[in-house]
């Protein structure tokens, strides 16, 4: 497969490491009454679609930017690709 | 029909004309007690015990292609009970148990060859892990050695012993593990089933379920609606995408495993042998061909096909560990789909939808746990209870924390 | 004795005579031979056994779907079993031998298999072999493996290396026959960069085995001036002899060049074969096409082959299997053979074509509606018997035969993506799916188009269309004329009627019989057929045999062939040598080494070294005299409590954090607090997987209040440092910290025992003050040493002895394992390896890699506490699951054992005294053991139930793999210094 990074353009996926579901970034609050059920959800249970998948892949041998890829998983046609830390920044994370 | 050499000498002179259909190809009920979705070895497996062993009736497998067109019909074939952990490895051990009996209990040559499998070591750490687990599954009944270099090389001689970038130090042995012929264990668990009157229906797709008021009523199919008093749903593989139709979210992705087959050859590997400083895993069929695997390409898929660089990786293991099969010729490589769970571990429990109970997240380790699979999800559907093997195999126990994690690498499927 | 069977003209060098070898005998050939085509040359027809039966076997095609001519190839370690003879290049003193025969390839014993045949039908092993029980494994099974399988490996470890590559491309170009040609020629007047991969030694493909003109010149002269064009152009690479076997995700392919199958062995430094990862932005698929056979009873005696086959033969390699042939069709394709091997002098007793309005011929008897029904001669074709429309019945005389059943378009490279090819009823054939992802296009035979003028159209218009999707505008080439023959066939699958064998998986004899023994036996879906039957698993992959088949099966169920279904090819689309996937990766080069920056210094001291990860790290350092490893072992871990000891820790991963917010990224990161540590101190820190499970421990320095340096396990340095990436961007992307990893950037040595002070106080520059009071125990700092050099120092110790970690410059790393040596021999200063590290940490107490497993809390490592609730930190909320918390679960604890002389091992499970061992007992497990040269005895550290309140209670160690027992007492992990004195001093 081949990953178009935003910043340096299409490199072989071999350069990448796969995390998962981009969900992962939707870190529950801690703080809440239901933080442990809300962590259970969180970590542990997946939508796992068979089609369109938004997914954290790690550019390890490269400029070590986490990217959002957005990926079928029936065709592993790439639709979209951008900075893991601007995605994130989008869904209100901040610090 | 009884299947023996005689009815073979028989048969063959007479033309072969009166061998029967090793199944029956009937039309739904309009209602069955039991439903299984998934007419897989799993599937299969858990029709034939509820029907032999719990002595139920009016039990359907609905399948949605043909028979044994999942994870049993391609996969590498191996079995073993090597587990670590007390959640697993009395489940393995019990399978293994149940593979020894095969042939006799279902009148059925799956050719279960129990040559061994052999996982080597390649540090002192990994022999102290081995250690661990090798005591563990004798401590749980199983069978398991610990050698050192020496019997290693006396036992598997062609491996690189003078050139390896790490040296083999060692390997941990059970010696009742081995192969099955995989398709066989499908089409036999099928005909033992149907001949206690179990329907199997293929080429219907189960499309939804009925449920009213958190019980579970029937499942509609592409051959219309069926009714049941329970359903046990076993498609790992597609454990999301049919239990989503519930409403229910899992604690599993799917991922693609790629597998690999080269031209029939002449006997050259005894056993199964795992490298353990690199992917790669390797047994050679009855008909010749070198079977062998390695890693999960590690992303989520669906499209049973895999990538080069996990071709790759696994070949330069293989290379790595028996430079003699550089001009064995690869023959065929394919993808199946993966129930990647959050521990590495399998999960053979009820849903909390009554009536609704579900088997999968078997990872890529299903093939050898068939057996066992099959009895523990009947025992299940019979009773309502776990079977005694398969009491920590809860969809609940992430929060609780009780991990049946093997690999230590925690809520990764793509690292188990 | 050359050629018997030689006829005039063919694409070979008759100047260049070469002899080689088949089952011991000598032969003669040409240049631009194969192995068949040379054998066909000598008359030898018989040339394999097939797989079950044993039945004798000839060359049944032309190219790289053959399924009978196997060969072992080549000798002793570069034998290479199955090869196919038929795109086996000549060389001279090629030595090949018939292979899965014994003793010999016209008496094979096995053969009697053939004659059980009504006993050995499909899938008859499922249903016997079941008594007694034992007997499978110790009779039935090993005698079964000796007989299947086909050629034997040396067993020898290949000699030959191989190579891997990657290219880039515009258009990839599959195929070069007519319309690979013209496609290339097409873009490479374009000005795109095209790779052109043909798996022939020579371009041209089914041009080359044809008779017809192009305008009015030969083939070989058009393929002559299209290459010479092509070579010229600097933006076309041209690949013969490369096979691409696979298509992949996003345009890339992979390939298998074979450099120097077609010479005796690989030339110096040359490798055997490459495998290319082909990059393309487009790529046209010119595969050309298979033909297919027309089974009918005994259809297998050598000499029986595809009529385009025999055609090939005939007009590139200038050979006929016999003298006298007749053949076999159901459309015009097999009249055009007929026609090429009669203008050759060859004797064409009969076209047996079973249409009723078969073309006519001067040349030869065309016997129109007519069908073959048997053959005669075991070990080579004698005579085939035809029956003619009205019933009657006729035996021909012949030496080969050619059968004609239509041709089927190679749409395998199409499917690797599991796209499923169409029906088309004309050509009567599937063909590929028209696309919407137009990344990989189809022209020429491959698409169903099969006249040769067809096919240069098709090419040149597919290059055209791949090219403007780049926006690369091309023109049409001039292309010469060529014929333009409609596809007349009568769908015609096989002969019906007969009670005999009629095969369609050749290799694996799969005959009709067994097809319709599946059939009733309910194996109804082709891949069930496919899997009862072992159709088309052999090693050319039914190329030649599915069709068959599935038209079997579709008679049977009243169907047509598309409603049947068909097979999904799989990659390789022809089978690959296993070394080349794994290109230079085995041998010592199978990882690359990381090598500390003491390692050379370490080689020149004899250090014994291991492998951790990919990293070589001193093991221990013999001294002469010294036999055993313990030895060297217990002299380093006494020189370290005694006086002072130095190891390279450079492999333990470096993380360097700066930034305003760097002190609150780190809270989160560890269980533990740091916002609160003062700069110039280090401290322990334990991080957590979100699951709340220990992920790595290590230490933070604090080195300015917006700068730390953190440092990992060597086992995690990678992962953690990943993780952390992901902390940082993902989860609290607005904090104003920034990361990166200086594990190679700085060389550091731990500097450990009563005097390691006194040894870097001859190193570390004067104006900074190490002593006690001025560098404290944890006290962090960037100094300077020998003069000006600037280095970090850490007062850190997992020794438990006084300790510094010292840290320079990786390119300093050799000389300052130098000048410590050197400042420390009046200390009598030692270099100790892992080992010795290992025991220090033992008797210390402190947890690594067998302890820090992933599957161990914070609670089991006694360090429960540590974990703050006063802050977010990654693991938190999960650590405090209720399994994660239970009371009796696992702690660290030590083990004594109660006989002194007792050795614990690693491994080893804990059981109470008086309990049968069993899992239902198990307490535990032993997670890491040493000899301790300061207690005197074996000690180890254990996992163990409740272990935080058991200690000085008698356990079991019990050891089951060895039959080991041992009792020993429960202490606490720390069997030095409990109260960290000697860390402080």
């Known amino acids: 497969m081949i990953i178009n990074h935003p910043l340096l353009g299409p490199r072989d996926a071999q350069e990448f490491v796969y995390l998962g579901d981009a969900n992962l970034i939707d870190r529950p ?30 550019h390890e041998q490269g400029d070590r930017s986490w990217l959002v890829v957005t990926r079928d998983t029936t065709t592993h046609e790439i639709t979209h690709v951008e900075l893991a830390s601007e995605y994130a920044k989008r869904q209100g994370r901040d610090r | 029909m009884r299947y023996s050499a005689l009815k073979v000498l028989m048969e063959g002179l007479r033309g072969n004309t009166g061998w029967k259909p090793v199944w029956r190809d009937p039309d739904p009920q309009p209602e ?31 399948e949605k292609g043909w028979i044994g067109s999942g994870n049993v019909g391609r996969n590498t074939t191996i079995i073993r009970s090597n587990y670590l952990l007390d959640g697993n490895e009395p489940l393995y051990e019990f399978s293994l148990k149940l593979w020894e009996g095969l042939e006799q209990d279902l009148n059925y040559n799956a050719m279960v060859s129990q040559r061994g499998i052999l996982n080597l070591c390649h540090s002192d750490g990994q022999r102290d892990a081995f250690r661990r687990r090798g ?88 051959r219309g609606y069926i009714g049941a008093k329970k359903v046990g749903v076993a498609v790992a593989g597609s454990s999301s995408r049919v239990m989503a139709m519930a409403g229910l979210r899992l604690p599993i992705e799917s991922h693609v495993l790629q597998a690999f087959v080269s031209e029939g050859l002449k006997p050259l590997i005894p056993g199964v042998i795992t490298f353990g400083a690199g992917h790669f895993y390797i047994s050679q069929s009855d008909k010749g061909g070198l079977v062998f695997g390695g890693d999960i390409d590690g992303y989520n898929s669906y499209a049973q096909r895999g990538n080069l660089p996990v071709v790759e990786d696994v070949l330069e293991g293989g290379m790595a560990l028996m430079p003699m099969i550089g001009r ?87 690292l188990h | 004795m050359s050629g018997i069977n030689r006829l005039d003209g063919g694409q070979i060098d008759r100047n260049n005579v070469l ?209 010479a064009e092509l070579v010229a152009l600097p933006n076309v690479r041209l690949m013969t002899r490369t096979t691409v076997f696979g298509q992949y995700d996003h345009g890339i392919f992979g390939a298998v060049e074979r450099v120097s199958d077609h010479i005796p062995e690989p030339q110096p430094n040359k490798p055997r074969q490459i495998l290319w990862r082909i990059y393309s932005k487009r790529a046209l698929l010119n595969a050309g096409a298979t033909e297919r056979p027309i089974p009918f009873e005994n259809n297998d005696r050598p000499g029986i082959m595809l009529a385009g086959a025999m055609r090939a033969y005939a007009n590139r390699w200038a050979v006929t299997a016999a003298r006298n042939v007749v053949v076999f069709t159901n459309n015009d394709d097999g009249h055009r053979t007929a026609r090429d091997l009669s203008e050759k002098g060859v004797d064409v007793a009969a076209v047996v074509d079973c249409r009723h309005n078969a073309p006519t011929s001067a040349d030869f008897e065309v016997i129109e509606g007519a069908e073959v029904i048997g053959s005669r001669g075991r070990l080579g074709l004698k005579a085939v018997k035809m029956r003619f429309k009205d019933g009657s019945e006729r035996e021909i005389a012949c030496g080969a035969l050619g059968v004609a059943g239509g041709w089927n378009p190679n749409v395998h490279l199409t499917c690797h993506k599991r796209g499923r090819p169409e029906w088309n009823g004309d050509i009567s054939a599937f063909i590929p799916v028209k696309s919407e992802d137009s990344a990989l296009r189809v022209a020429g035979a491959a698409a169903g188009i099969f006249s040769t003028h067809g096919a240069l159209q098709s090419g040149a218009q597919g290059a055209i269309d791949a090219l403007n999707d780049l926006g690369i505008s091309a023109r049409f080439p001039a292309l010469p004329e060529a014929e333009d023959a409609p596809v007349n066939i009568a769908p015609f699958w096989y002969v019906k009627g007969g009670t005999g064998r009629a095969w369609l998986d050749l290799q694996n004899d799969v005959t009709i019989k067994d097809i319709n023994l599946a059939h009733q036996e309910g194996f109804r879906s082709v891949e069930h057929v496919k899997r009862y039957t072992t159709l088309g698993m052999a090693t050319d992959q039914g ?87 313990r030895q060297s072992v217990d002299r380093e871990v006494i020189a370290v409590r005694k006086s002072v000891g130095i190891c390279d820790v450079t492999t333990l991963g470096k993380i360097d954090v700066q930034g305003a917010d760097a002190a609150e990224f780190l809270n989160h990161i560890y269980c533990n607090g740091f916002a609160k540590l003062p700069v110039g101190k280090t401290r322990y820190g334990l991080i957590l997987r979100e699951d709340g499970m220990a992920m790595d421990d290590g230490t933070a320095a604090r080195l300015a209040e917006d700068h730390f340096v953190i440092t990992t396990t060597t086992a995690n340095a990678v992962s953690a440092f990943r993780h952390m990436e992901f902390c940082r961007q993902c989860l609290w992307p607005g904090l104003d910290v920034q990361l990166i990893s200086t594990t190679e950037a700085w060389a550091q040595f731990s500097v450990a025992g009563p005097n390691a002070r006194k040894l870097m106080q001859k190193i570390v520059d004067t104006d900074h003050d190490i002593t006690n009071e001025g560098f404290p125990y944890m006290a962090c700092g960037e100094i300077t040493i020998c003069g000006g050099l600037r280095a970090r120092l850490f007062r850190i110790s997992f020794s438990g002895e006084l300790a510094y970690e010292i840290a320079v410059p990786t390119r300093y790393g050799d000389a300052l394992i130098r000048r410590l040596i050197e400042a420390g021999k009046e200390f009598d200063v030692v270099p100790y390896g892992t080992e010795a590290l290992g025991v220090l940490r ?29 802050k977010d930190s990654i693991g938190r909320v999960l650590a405090g699951r209720p399994y994660l918390q239970r009371v009796d679960d696992y702690r660290l604890i030590g083990l004594l054992p109660v006989n002194l002389d007792s050795v614990i091992l690693a491994g080893a499970h804990l059981m109470n005294v008086g309990m049968e061992s069993c899992a239902a007992n198990d307490q535990g497990w032993v997670t890491s053991a040493a000899y301790s040269p300061h207690i005197g005895s074996s000690i180890a550290l254990a996992f163990l139930k409740k272990g935080d309140q058991r200690h000085g209670d008698v356990i079991r160690i019990v050891n089951p793999l060895s039959d080991g027992d041992i009792e020993a007492k429960v202490t606490s992990p720390h069997f030095i210094d409990p109260e960290g004195e000697r860390l402080r001093v």
């Open chain 3, 842 to 870: 033992i008797e210390k107490g402190h947890a690594a890699g067998n302890e820090l497993n992933g599957q161990s809390t914070a609670a089991m490592l006694g360090m429960g506490r540590m974990v703050s609730q006063k």
């Open chain 1, 29 to 58: 609050d801690p703080s809440s009454s239901t933080a442990l059920d809300d962590f259970h959800d969180y970590l542990y249970l997946r939508d796992n679609p068979a089609g369109s998948h938004r997914e954290l892949w790690f």
């Open chain 3, 19 to 227: 002899t080689f070898s088949f089952d011991g005998k000598r032969y003669s050939g040409f240049g631009g031979d194969t192995l068949v085509s040379a054998l066909l040359a000598n008359n030898v027809r018989l040339m394999g056994r097939s797989f079950k039966y044993h039945r004798p076997r000839g060359v049944f095609t032309a190219g790289s779907e053959e399924p009978n001519a196997l060969v072992e190839l080549r000798s002793g370690a570069r034998r290479e079993p199955n090869s196919r003879a038929t795109v086996a290049e000549l060389y001279e003193g090629l030595t090949a031998q018939s292979q899965n025969r014994f003793p010999s390839l016209r008496f094979d014993a096995l053969a009697f298999n053939d004659t059980l045949a009504s006993f050995l039908s499909s899938g008859f092993y499922y249903k016997t072999f079941m008594w007694p029980v034992a007997f499978w494994e110790k009779v039935y099974e090993p005698f079964i493996r000796r007989a299947a399988g086909l050629g034997r490996l040396s067993g020898e470890e290949d000699p030959d290396t191989y190579d891997k590559g990657f290219l880039h491309c515009d258009l990839l170009i599959v195929g070069a026959g007519p319309s690979g040609l013209a496609a290339a020629l097409t873009a490479g007047r374009a000005g795109a960069e095209v790779i052109l991969a043909e798996e022939d030694f020579a371009l041209g493909g089914r041009l080359l085995a044809e008779s017809g003109i192009l305008t009015d010149r030969l083939a070989s002269d058009w393929i002559e001036e299209v290459t």
């Open chain 2, 135 to 222: 005591n563990a599954m004798i401590l749980n009944g199983a069978d398991a050695e610990l050698l050192d270099q020496d019997q290693v090389r006396e036992m598997v001689p062609f491996l690189d012993f003078k050139n390896a970038r790490f040296p083999i130090k060692g390997g941990l042995l059970q010696r009742r593990g081995g192969t099955v012929r995989h398709d066989a264990v499908a089409w036999g668990y099928a005909r033992s089933a149907d001949s206690h009157g179990v329907d199997i229906l293929q080429n219907c797709e189960v499309t939804g379920f009925k449920i009213e008021k958190g019980l579970v009523k029937g499942v509609e199919t592409s």
């Open chain 3, 543 to 629: 190329k030649t045999a599915n069709i068959g088949a599935l038209a079997v099966l579709a008679d049977i169920e009243g169907k047509s062939i598309p409603e049947v279904g068909t097979t999904i090819f799989r990659p390789p689309y022809t089978p690959v040598s296993i070394g080349t996937f794994a290109g230079r990766s085995r041998g010592k080069e199978f990882r690359p080494y990381r090598l500390t920056p003491s390692h050379k210094w370490a080689a020149e001291q004899d250090a014994v070294f291991v492998e951790v990860g990919n990293w070589l790290r001193a093991q221990w350092f013999p001294l002469k005299g010294e036999t055993h490893w």
């Open chain 2, 328 to 414: 064995a010729r690869l023959l065929r490589m394919w993808g199946g789909l993966m129930d990647m769970s959050m521990d590495g571990s399998p999960f053979i429990d009820h849903t909390p939808i009554e009536g609704l109970y579900f088997n999968g997240g078997w990872c890529y380790g299903g093939f050898k746990a068939t057996p066992a699979s099959g009895y523990v999800f009947a025992h299940l559907l019979a009773t309502d209870m776990p079977h005694e093997t398969a009491t920590a195999l809860r969809l609940d126990r992430f929060r609780s924390g009780a991990m049946i994690d093997e690999k230590g690498a925690g809520a990764q499927p793509n």
């Open chain 2, 32 to 62: 069955y007690d039991y439903i299984i979705v998934g007419g897989g070895g799993h599937g299969l497996a858990t029709a034939h015990y509820l029907a032999k062993i719990y002595k139920r009736s009016r039990i359907a497998v609905l």
